[in-house]
């Protein structure tokens, strides 16, 4: 039974698949083929927060809020009674 792939769109002709997207970034740094990024790609890539230093996606860090932990690592939660 042959398949047919008449009805399936063909990507845009402007399409420029050289394009590096974060996500592109991000699966350099695990590739086999040429792995990884220059400090700047990867610093580009990653945020701080000053206050409880949690490292995360740039793009996610405008939704970030903080989470104040213990010097082990534990989260400071409120306990209500």
């Not at 008449?6 to 086999?32: Q, S």
């Amino acid at each position: 039974m042959a398949i047919d792939f008449t009805d399936v769109p063909l990507p845009a002709e402007n399409l420029d698949l050289g394009y590096e997207t974060d996500w592109r970034k991000i699966v350099k740094l695990d590739c086999m083929d040429r792995p990884g990024l220059s400090e700047l790609e990867f610093f580009g890539l990653f945020a701080k927060c000053d206050v409880c230093k949690l490292v995360m996606a740039r793009l996610a860090f405008s939704s970030h809020n903080c989470v104040l932990q213990t010097e082990d690592g534990l989260e400071l939660t409120d306990v209500e009674e």
